[in-house]
C-alpha cells in the first residue's frame, strides 16, 4: 500500500543512523531526509531468573503459536500482555497460574483498577500470586517455579511457562548513541531531531 503514495519511497532494508537527518542502508547508500522516526518496535524482555534461561520459555507469540493447548500454564508477569493470555489460556480450559512481582496486577493501572480485575480473573479460576520474588526456575517434566511471598516459601508446577515480562526496543545496533539518542527504562528519547525509537522506516523522496 505504501508504493501506491508518489511521495513515499519504501525501502526494505536494514538501516543505521549515520546523522539526526541520514541513514547509512544495509546495500551502502545513504537516505536523507527532514526528519528521521525511529519504529523499530519491540522484543519480549525476561529478568534474569536463575534456571529461566536454561528451562526454556514461551514468549507471548510462541504461547500463541502452541500446537495444541497444555493442561496448566505459568504466567510470569501480570501486566497487560501476561494477562490478556492468562484469561484467553483459562478459558480455553488450561489450568492457570499467574505470578507478580509487584503488590498488584495490571500495577501501572490504579489500585482499584488491580484489585477488580484479580477479583474477575480468580473467579473464571485464574489462580493469582502478588506481590512474589520468584527465586528459581526447574524443568523436569515440567516447569516448578519457586517463588518467596513475605516470609513464605511457595511454588508453582505446570506443563508450560509463559514469560511476559515487558519489552524492549529493538534499536541494537541501528546507531542511537551516535545521534545523541539515549534509551529510557520505558520506551522514550530525548533527541530533539529524532522522534520516538520504536524501528526505523525510512520514507524519503527520489532516493
Ligand atoms: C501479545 C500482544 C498483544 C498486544 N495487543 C495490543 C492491543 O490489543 N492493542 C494495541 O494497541 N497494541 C497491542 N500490542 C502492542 C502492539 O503490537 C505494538 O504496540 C505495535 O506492534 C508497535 O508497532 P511498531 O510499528 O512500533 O513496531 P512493530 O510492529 O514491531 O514493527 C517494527 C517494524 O520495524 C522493522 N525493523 C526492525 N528493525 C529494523 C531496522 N534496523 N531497519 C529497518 N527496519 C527494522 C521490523 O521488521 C518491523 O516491520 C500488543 C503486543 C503484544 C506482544
Not at 531526509?33 to 534456571?51: L, R
Not at 514468549?59 to 500446537?67: F, Y
Request: aromatic letters at 4%; charged letters at 15%.
Amino acid at each position: 500500500m505504501l508504493g501506491a503514495y508518489e511521495a513515499i519511497t519504501l525501502i526494505r532494508q536494514p538501516v543505521t543512523l549515520l546523522s539526526g537527518r541520514s541513514v547509512r542502508l544495509a546495500d551502502g547508500r545513504t537516505v536523507t531526509g527532514g526528519k528521521i522516526i525511529v519504529a523499530t518496535g519491540a522484543s519480549p524482555w525476561a529478568p534474569p531468573i536463575p534456571g529461566l534461561a536454561q528451562a526454556g520459555y514461551l514468549d507471548s507469540a510462541g504461547a500463541m503459536a502452541l500446537e495444541r493447548l497444555p493442561a496448566s500454564l505459568i504466567v510470569i508477569g501480570a501486566s497487560a500482555v501476561g494477562l490478556e493470555l492468562a484469561q484467553m489460556f483459562a478459558r480455553l480450559g488450561v489450568r492457570v497460574t499467574v505470578l507478580e512481582a509487584l503488590p498488584r496486577i495490571v500495577p501501572a493501572e490504579d489500585p482499584a483498577i488491580g484489585d477488580a480485575l484479580a477479583g474477575y480473573l480468580a473467579a473464571e479460576g485464574v489462580h493469582i500470586h502478588a506481590g512474589v520474588t520468584i527465586e528459581r526456575v526447574e524443568r523436569s517434566d515440567c516447569y516448578a517455579v519457586l517463588f518467596r511471598s513475605g516470609a513464605r516459601s511457595g511454588q508453582a508446577t505446570a506443563e508450560q511457562l509463559l514469560v511476559a515480562t515487558g519489552r524492549r526496543a529493538n534499536t541494537l545496533g541501528i546507531g542511537l548513541d551516535t545521534v545523541g539518542v539515549r534509551l529510557g527504562q520505558k520506551v522514550r528519547s530525548w533527541s530533539t531531531s529524532i522522534s520516538r525509537p520504536g524501528t526505523l522506516m525510512c520514507m524519503a523522496r527520489g532516493t
